[in-house]
Each structure stands twice: as C-alpha cells, then as structure tokens.
C-alpha cells in the first residue's frame, strides 16, 4: 500500500469565515489576531479526530453507572508553535488541549534564498514514545520551514503518524515536498491555495502572517 499526504480542509462555515476575515487586506492586527485564534480552535478540533487518545472507563451518574470515554491522560500531548506566525494559532489550539506541553520552535526564512534558519529551539532532547504532537504554522509556502520542523521532531523520536499540522493556507509547491519526505503525513488546512511567487508569498494568501499578527 502507498502512503499519501492527507490534507483536510474541514468544510466549516467559521472556518471559512475567520479565513475571509483573515484573508482580507484591510482587516487590522488586532482582529487579525482574533482570526488566527478562531482558525487556531476550529481546526485544532478537526485534528484532534482519531488522534487524541482517549480510554474507556464507567462513570456513575446520580442515577445509574454507565460506559464513559475520557481523554488518556498518560499519553503526553505536545504543541509545537512555528514562531513567530504559529504562536497565532496556539491560543485557539491550547484552550482544547489544556495539559499538552508547548515546545517552541523559532525559524526565519532567508528573504533572497527562501532557506529557513533555526533561532530558537525549546525542544526537548528525547520525545517520550507515542507522543502526540500538534504543529502550527498558518502558513505552508514553499514547505521549507515545514520540513526542517519535521526534521527536528523526527531525529527527537517522534513517530510521523502521530503528528498533525494546523496551518491556515498551504500552498501546493509545500503539499508536494511533504507528500515526497512524509507519505501518510496527515494536515488540517483553511484552504489550498495553487501559487507561491517569487518572493516566496502564496498568491492569494493572506500576506505575511507574522507581520499581520504582531503589527510588525
Ligand atoms: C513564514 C510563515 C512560515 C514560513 C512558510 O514565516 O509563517 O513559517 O514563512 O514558508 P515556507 O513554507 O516557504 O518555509 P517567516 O519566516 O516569514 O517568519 P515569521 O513567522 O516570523 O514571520
């Protein structure tokens, strides 16, 4: 059996909504920021579909015992945000996932070469085996900074089919890079967009993500 990248694009109206509102040119940061955290919740719940683990146990009710599911909480949860555009969509993220752990990544794209550079990096030594980690970035470009972000996880001990990516607009140069190195790769997307240019911006895109969240 081939593995195949899985892209989801959850067919969600607030979904769609915070992607217009984001989306738009004339939206300021403030509300930028409102949109990234909506986009950040709402496909941090998709993604947390089948991944998540969960155990059986009962419960007892005022009335009777019956079957009930909580979250497991001896599996360890990991988000790791992209920074800078990526710590937008953390807030929306850890308010579903209260008790995962925030290992902060810190990459920069070269303006001419389009290469990511590593400036700051909080990730633990060792993940601890079936950790399951959450990425965010909302932007997927070229895939640069996507596969030096897997790179790092992976050379941790992390288990690609436990990862999910939370991104807002991929783009396909990206989708295809991860489809090459990740096969079974599985990310949660507002929306695919076809182009980047030649300085790298997806077209149509939202503009620089990072820059729009911070007023920067
Ligand atoms: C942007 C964006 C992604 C990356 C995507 O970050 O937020 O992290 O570029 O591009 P790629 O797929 O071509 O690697 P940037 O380097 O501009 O940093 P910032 O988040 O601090 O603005």
């Avoid at 969600?12 to 217009?20: D, F, G, N």
């Avoid at 794209?109 to 909302?138: H, M």
Wanted: aromatic share 6%; proline share 9%; glycine share 6%.
């Amino acid at each position: 059996m081939t593995l195949q990248l899985r892209v989801y694009v959850p067919p969600h109206p607030l979904i769609k909504h915070w992607l217009a509102v984001a989306r738009d040119a004339a939206t300021p940061s403030v509300l930028f920021r409102t949109a990234m955290t909506e986009l950040g919740r709402w496909l941090t719940y998709e993604a947390a579909r089948e991944w998540l683990p969960t155990q059986e146990t009962t419960v007892d009710t005022p009335l009777a015992s019956c079957p009930a599911t909580l979250i497991d909480p001896s599996v360890p949860v990991a988000v790791v945000p992209i920074l800078r555009a990526g710590l937008g969509l953390l807030e929306g993220a850890q308010t579903l996932l209260p008790l995962a752990s925030i290992y902060h990544l810190g990459l920069e794209r070269n303006e001419e070469t389009l290469q990511p550079s590593c400036y700051l990096n909080k990730l633990p030594e060792k993940f601890p085996p079936q950790t399951r980690v959450l990425i965010t970035d909302p932007m997927l470009a070229t895939g640069g900074s996507m596969l030096k972000t897997l790179e790092e996880l992976t050379q941790r001990g992390v288990d690609p089919s436990l990862i999910r990516i939370v991104c807002v607009v991929a783009a396909h140069p990206a989708l295809q890079k991860l489809n090459t190195a990740y096969p079974g790769l599985i990310v949660y997307t507002a929306t695919i967009d076809g182009e980047v240019n030649s300085q790298g911006f997806i077209v149509p895109g939202l503009g620089d993500a990072g820059d729009r969240t911070f007023g920067t």
